[in-house]
């Protein structure tokens, strides 16, 4: 097991440096600079003195390299187009928010999710059935912006206590928590009907049923065990997506996150916080890879982590 | 059995948890703003509004959109200032001397001046905040403001030195300023944000002053207390400044919400009392109701169509004026921009006065005609004189090139279809991320592409500038020298009769040449709640908010 995590930890700092060199090449092939605005030009003049500044006059090999360096002390740099703050500090300051409403939609996903899925499958083609999965087909279908407007609009603004937009107390937390888990709750659903069912009409169920075990005990004990490892399986992506925090509904909300940055660090082509963010969503992302792959191991004993690789 | 399964779950939350790092946003003893009637429970009159963006910097010469100066023009105040009724009046300036030339200014400051920290305002600050806004290595972003000031360009682009900019504290009270050439419209630019003072002595001992609001020192009516990043900005009156009893709020708050439409229903919902982002449906909304708080403010914009003359046949002034021509003004800003724009009758917005203080736009007259007819007429005899016919020219797969976003499509589609029928022509739209399309333009890289100009101050010479041969900003490579000579002819002098002639007549000549076709001119609207007044707009700035008062 320890080797095991070694040799993807190992894995894992390779993982990086080529997502370091591949934002780096892309993100200083795209025309454009930190300091250009829409509307009013920067003389050339004063645009070098910004280039000077940030060292954006530099070759380009030696910059990858400071880069690199940089990292490797965990030091993003500053931003350069928000002067008040470094990027380890708005990583700081952004991802305890945006984490915070991401584990509490991975709660509500994963509360109502996977049950909403096996009652449809238990009940395939009655009414449970199509209601659980018109609720999952919404949830798909509907674009987070809609649902985040819509939520402000006609839930927001007429009940006092939950506020419209912010950051500060739980009840700010409410609706974009839900709006975030409704996606992959509809997933996990759907997912948990799929595998449900297919793993009702396998023949250990039937052995159970046949050795007399109540239906209540195969469900929960046979049945749902094994119908559930797909989700386990995208558990680990979904996660580092939700507490990465989500554009649209940080923008909507008026919510304090990292999630915004992912889309504005590239449209304000703010180098060093595009690299920033992506780098620490890279080491989010592995991480719970791994964690996945290791809680695997606990529930599914057929699957055994020193046989893989050979 | 599912034991494991709560191990797993419970395992996975663990470490979210921990990868939080174990923090509970720091933010569960807030002082509940949202609840909070405006006065009421405090007795204090707090002005809500929305920022609408994260400011980048608050360091005066650092700043470079309206999201800094807001709040900016609120802590801080120049040389001049605007009063509560939109006036350019004396700010920290007491009194000031032009000498005969108009080369030389010379401000005496008042006496009851401070930092909020407590110390005095000098001429020392003024002198080092310029000089450190020109110093290359700050990389003012807005330093070109300043380059009327003798010296300032050579110092800002490592030609000169520090020493030779003109501008000297002779003594704590008295600032002379020496300017390159005569400037009639100086005076209004210190009261430009990136000519605001400093505190020498606060920000040589630590050059993070403007990242905390503890260690934040101004000079202005507000003060700043506190800055949640991309959440909240709040100021507090300052009890130091000299004119604090103009001051009628005890304080502003402002959210970072980058949502217009959010920021509408707060609006609505009673928690905001003047906003000024306002999505562009509901604008129309107001305004066909009549609704008594939605003001229309001017501002110093002007939305235009660059064409890229080095192209056959956008070389021949018939068939760019045919273009502007056949383009219905009054529809765009009626039927698809609806925000309450002004169809362009020049590149000159209204809202900037002449020499006899009417305005210019007025003056100077519409210089933009729509007929069809004409415009098939002119379009004909252009493509003629250039050997082509209109499939000629549609073989070419013209492109309008604009920046993406909603609005720009609007009118872009509009247009193509209004030169579509007009002219009979074909044009292709295409959009691309602004800061492609400036490469583009940079590179000549288009045939025709939207673009937008905002003025820094209210003289006509902010757009009339843009286009003389030289200037950084003129991507058509306009070339006209009696264009040139007239623009030189109005920067020479600060006799407002001599300038205001040459530039009307370099208005006309512009607009007979049109190497641009204007669109529309942008306004600013925004709604103010009932209760509150003294809220108004000065062309060049974002709405004033400094001296509003809240009634019960």
């Given at each position: 097991m320890a080797k095991y995590i070694l040799k993807r930890i190992a894995l894992a700092i390779v993982t990086i440096w080529a997502v370091i060199t591949i934002t780096f090449v892309l993100m200083h092939s795209v025309p454009g600079n930190p300091f250009a605005t829409e509307n009013r030009k920067i003389?050339?003049?004063?645009?070098?003195?910004?280039?000077?500044?940030?060292?954006?006059?530099?070759?380009?090999?030696?910059?990858?390299l400071m880069y690199l360096k940089n990292i490797a002390r965990f030091d993003f740099g500053e931003s350069m187009k928000q002067d008040s703050e470094t990027v380890n500090q708005i990583i700081a300051r952004g991802f305890p928010v945006s984490a915070r409403l991401g584990i509490q939609a991975i709660l509500i996903a994963l509360i109502f999710g996977p049950a909403l899925g096996a009652i449809a499958a238990l009940y395939q083609n009655k009414a449970p059935d199509y209601i659980s999965m018109i609720i999952s087909i919404i949830g798909v279908s509907v674009p987070s912006f809609v649902l985040g407007s819509f939520s402000i609009q006609f839930i927001a603004s007429k009940i006092d206590w939950i506020p419209i937009g912010g950051w500060g107390e739980?009840?700010?937390?409410?609706?974009?928590?839900?709006?975030?888990?409704?996606?992959?709750?509809?997933?996990?659903?759907?997912?948990?009907?799929?595998?449900?069912?297919?793993?009702?009409?396998?023949?250990?169920?039937?052995?159970?049923?046949?050795?007399?075990?109540?239906?209540?005990?195969?469900?929960?004990?046979?049945?749902?065990?094994?119908?559930?490892?797909?989700?386990?399986?995208?558990?680990?992506?979904?996660?580092?997506?939700?507490?990465?925090?989500?554009?649209?509904?940080?923008?909507?909300?008026?919510?304090?996150?990292?999630?915004?940055?992912?889309?504005?660090?590239?449209?304000?082509?703010?180098y060093t916080l595009i690299m920033g963010v992506t780098v620490f969503y890279a080491i989010v992302l592995i991480s719970m890879m791994l964690l996945v792959d290791i809680a695997y191991t606990l529930i599914d004993p057929r699957i055994r982590l020193t046989k893989e690789g050979h | 059995m599912s034991k494991k399964i709560l191990k797993l779950i419970s395992i996975f939350l663990l470490l979210a948890v921990l990868f939080t790092g174990c923090s509970s946003p720091a933010t569960q003893e807030e002082p509940q703003e949202t609840a909070e009637e405006p006065g009421a429970s405090t007795g204090k009159k707090i002005l809500r509004t929305n920022n609408s963006s994260e400011p980048g910097s608050l360091d005066p010469p650092l700043a470079q959109g309206t999201h800094e100066s807001w709040i900016l023009e609120n802590c801080f105040e120049g040389l001049m200032t605007f009063d509560e009724n939109g006036n350019l009046v004396e700010g920290m300036a007491e009194s000031y001397e032009v000498s005969e030339d108009g080369l030389t200014y010379t401000f005496k400051l008042r006496d009851d001046i401070t930092w909020s920290n407590g110390d005095p305002v000098t001429a020392h600050d003024f002198e080092y905040a310029w000089k450190r806004a020109l110093d290359p290595e700050t990389a003012a972003n807005y330093a070109s403001i300043l380059y009327y000031i003798k010296g300032a360009e050579a110092y800002n682009t490592g030609q000169g030195s520090r020493e030779d900019v003109g501008v000297k504290a002779l003594d704590d009270k008295t600032l002379e300023?020496?300017?390159?050439?005569?400037?009639?419209?100086?005076?209004?630019?210190?009261?430009?944000?990136?000519?605001?003072?400093?505190?020498?002595?606060?920000?040589?001992?630590?050059?993070?002053?403007?990242?905390?609001?503890?260690?934040?020192?101004?000079?202005?009516?507000?003060?700043?207390?506190?800055?949640?990043?991309?959440?909240?900005?709040?100021?507090?009156?300052?009890?130091?400044?000299?004119?604090a009893h103009k001051i009628k709020l005890d304080g502003i708050d402002l959210d970072i919400l980058e949502d217009e439409n959010t920021a509408w229903q707060k609006y609505l919902g009673g928690e905001y009392d003047i906003l000024v982002d306002i999505p562009t449906s509901v604008v129309n909304q107001l305004k066909q109701e009549n609704n008594p708080e939605l003001e229309i403010g001017l501002m110093v914009g002007t939305y235009y169509y660059n064409v890229n003359p080095a192209i056959k046949p956008?070389?021949?002034?018939?068939?760019?004026?045919?273009?502007s021509m056949a383009m219905d003004r009054e529809t765009i800003v009626e039927k698809i921009t609806m925000g309450g724009e002004i169809a362009a009758g020049g590149v000159v917005p209204p809202g900037l006065k002449d020499e006899k203080g009417e305005d210019f736009r007025e003056a100077v007259g519409n210089l933009i005609e729509y007929n069809p007819e004409e415009a098939k007429r002119l379009f004909e005899e252009g493509l003629a004189e250039e050997g082509m016919t209109v499939e000629d020219f549609n073989s070419q797969g013209f492109v309008l090139l604009y920046n993406t976003s909603e609005s720009h499509r609007k009118i872009a589609q509009a247009v193509q279809e209004m030169w579509r029928t007009t002219l009979g022509i074909e044009i292709v739209l295409e959009n691309v991320e602004f800061q492609v399309k400036l490469d583009?333009?940079?590179?000549?890289?288009?045939?025709?592409?939207?673009?937008?100009?905002?003025?820094?101050?209210?003289?006509?010479?902010?757009?009339?500038?843009?286009?003389?041969?030289?200037?950084?900003?003129?991507?058509?490579?306009?070339?006209?020298?009696?264009?040139?000579?007239?623009?030189?002819?109005a920067k020479s002098t600060n006799d407002q009769n001599e300038r205001m002639a040459a530039m009307k007549e370099a208005e006309r000549m512009l607009m007979e040449d049109m190497p641009v076709i204007p669109v529309y001119f942008y306004t600013q609207p925004y709604t103010v709640k009932p209760n509150v007044t003294g809220v108004f707009k000065v062309p060049v700035r974002y709405p004033t908010i400094t001296y509003a008062d809240i009634t019960d």
């Open positions: 003389p050339d003049n004063i645009m070098e003195n910004l280039m000077k500044k940030y060292g954006l006059d530099k070759p380009k090999g030696e910059q990858y739980f009840r700010h937390t409410l609706l974009p928590s839900i709006a975030l888990a409704l996606m992959p709750l509809a997933q996990f659903a759907r997912l948990m009907r799929s595998s449900m069912l297919e793993v009702l009409g396998q023949d250990y169920i039937k052995t159970a049923k046949s050795k007399g075990i109540s239906r209540f005990a195969v469900i929960m004990k046979h049945a749902i065990r094994n119908a559930i490892l797909p989700i386990v399986s995208i558990l680990g992506t979904t996660i580092s997506n939700l507490v990465a925090g989500s554009f649209v509904i940080e923008k909507i909300f008026g919510i304090p996150g990292l999630g915004q940055f992912f889309t504005t660090s590239v449209f304000n082509r703010d | 300023v020496t300017l390159e050439t005569p400037t009639a419209f100086f005076l209004e630019l210190t009261a430009f944000y990136t000519y605001f003072p400093v505190n020498k002595n606060v920000v040589e001992s630590n050059p993070d002053w403007a990242k905390d609001p503890s260690t934040y020192v101004c000079n202005g009516p507000f003060m700043l207390v506190e800055w949640k990043h991309n959440d909240q900005i709040i100021l507090e009156k300052n009890p130091n400044y000299y004119n956008f070389n021949n002034v018939k068939v760019r004026k045919a273009l583009r333009e940079q590179s000549g890289d288009y045939h025709i592409s939207r673009a937008g100009w905002i003025g820094d101050f209210m003289d006509p010479m902010t757009f009339l500038d843009l286009w003389w041969s030289d200037s950084a900003f003129n991507d058509v490579n306009y070339n006209n020298p009696e264009y040139d000579a007239l623009i030189r002819k």
